[in-house]
């Protein structure tokens, strides 16, 4: 079983940057794909940034945040960041993570078994 708590939500001012955190537990860390998703309130869960288990190396990201936002893992401490830098009032969002072992569509929500709480991330003008 493995279980998720995101932190490091809040508010900032546009252009302002914040970093959230992935703490995960569970077996076989390095084997876990992680992704980071957003929903704003009558949308649908985004696709936001991935890691890719047992790659490092191997992380994407959303056309809507390629440039502003990175996705690192630290094997260490079983975590995954999101550093989100010039952040816009569009960002305003519940930032989920979420993971699978399984292989398949890094983008789609469908394909994560497990999931965070959220966490909120409001940008103001």
């Known amino acids: 079983q493995v279980q998720l708590v995101e932190s490091g939500g809040g508010l900032v001012q546009a252009g302002g940057s914040l970093r959230l955190s992935c703490a995960t537990s569970g077996p076989l860390f390095s084997s876990l794909t992680i992704g980071w998703f957003r929903q704003a309130p009558g949308k649908e869960r985004d696709f936001v940034a991935a890691?890719?288990?047992?790659?490092?190396?191997?992380?994407y990201n959303a056309d809507s945040v390629k440039g502003r936002f990175t996705i690192s893992r630290d094997n260490a401490r079983n975590t995954v960041y999101l550093q989100m830098n010039s952040l816009k009032p569009e960002d305003t969002a519940v930032y989920y993570c979420?993971?699978?072992?399984?292989?398949?569509?890094?983008?789609?929500?469908?394909?994560?078994?497990?999931w965070g709480q959220g966490t909120q991330v409001t940008v103001s003008l």
């Open positions: 979420a993971a699978r072992y399984s292989s398949g569509s890094y983008y789609q929500p469908r394909e994560y078994a497990y």
């Open positions: 890691a890719i288990r047992w790659s490092g190396g191997s992380t």
